[in-house]
Every structure is written in structure tokens, then in C-alpha cells.
């Protein structure tokens, strides 16, 4: 009988986490109307720009519905998830710094990629670091349409 080698997909250990280093991550996500339709109604958000066609089309400047703007957020961290914390993380700290320069409208692909700007033990935590992450999303066509910079709480490799 092998032993083979088992190898577990996780996010990075606090220790793994390099500042400076930008993570791409890949596949993108290419949104459709059903996600943006299902997002905003199971977060009771009634806005009519992200749930009513023939009022979304004669608005100007976009003369469409727009993805609802949380789901973009949402889906910009998701993105980075299987790459970075995947089972790693101990919690989300705090959101700071978001913006959303352009839109995104059903059918466009998020991209998405994350800079580490710095990293610290925690004096309350043994065993845990904060880890500030810079998540920057794009579109197809390369327009940035979300920015957020993101505080977690990340474990430490286990002692082996």
C-alpha cells in the first residue's frame, strides 16, 4: 500500500503572508443577471437600479441595471479566498478605504487581485497575526470597479 502525500487546499499562514506581494486570482467571475437578482432580494435591497429593467434603462448615464454594488464587494473578497485564507482566517476586522469607480452590469467578468501591505503579530492573540490586504477588482476590459482594503486575523502555521 502507498503513502502517498496528501496535500490540503488552505489560504496562506499568517508567517506565508509577504508584503508587497500582489496575488492574482483566477478564474474570474462573470456575473450574471440571476446573481445580481438573487443578491438583492435576499438582502431585502429594493433599489429599482438593480431590479427594475424598463426604470434601470431610462436612467442616465448607464441606461441599464447596475450589479448591485455589495455583491460586488462580496464577490471581489470571495474571489480571493481559496488563494489566501482559505481555513486560515479567524475573522474579518474591518473594511476600510471601499470605492467603486465604475460600474458592473450583467455579463461583465470581475477579475480579481490582492496586495499585502503589511502584517503584525497580535499582542492580545498568541498563535494569530493582522494581515492588511488591498483588494482591487477589474472588469474584462481592465477598468477598476471596486477597491477595499481589508483587516483580517490570520492564524500562525501549527507547530509541526
Same mark, same amino acid.
Given at each position: 500500500m502507498s503513502t502517498a502525500r496528501r496535500v490540503v487546499q488552505r489560504g496562506l499562514w499568517f508567517e506565508e503572508f509577504e508584503i508587497g506581494t500582489i496575488y492574482e486570482h483566477r478564474p474570474g467571475r462573470t456575473i450574471t443577471e440571476a446573481d445580481n437578482v438573487l443578491f438583492?432580494?435576499?438582502t431585502m435591497n429594493t433599489q429599482a437600479l438593480?431590479?427594475?429593467a424598463a426604470f434601470a434603462d431610462a436612467q442616465p448615464p448607464f441606461n441599464q441595471r447596475l450589479v448591485n454594488s455589495m455583491f460586488t464587494l462580496s464577490t471581489l473578497v470571495g474571489l480571493s479566498v481559496a488563494q489566501l485564507t482559505?481555513?486560515?482566517l479567524v475573522a474579518n476586522l474591518g473594511f476600510s478605504e471601499m470605492a467603486l469607480p465604475a460600474p458592473l452590469f450583467h455579463g461583465d467578468t470581475m477579475y480579481a487581485e490582492?496586495? @499585502?501591505?503589511?502584517k503584525r503579530e497580535s499582542k492580545s492573540r498568541p498563535g494569530e497575526g493582522i494581515v492588511s490586504l488591498t483588494h482591487t477588482a477589474r472588469n474584462q476590459d481592465? @477598468?477598476?470597479v471596486a477597491k477595499a482594503v481589508r483587516q483580517?486575523? @490570520?492564524?500562525k502555521a501549527p507547530a509541526e
Open positions: 438583492t432580494t435576499l438593480h431590479l427594475d482559505q481555513g486560515t490582492t496586495l @499585502v501591505t503589511d481592465g @477598468v477598476i483580517t486575523l @490570520v492564524r
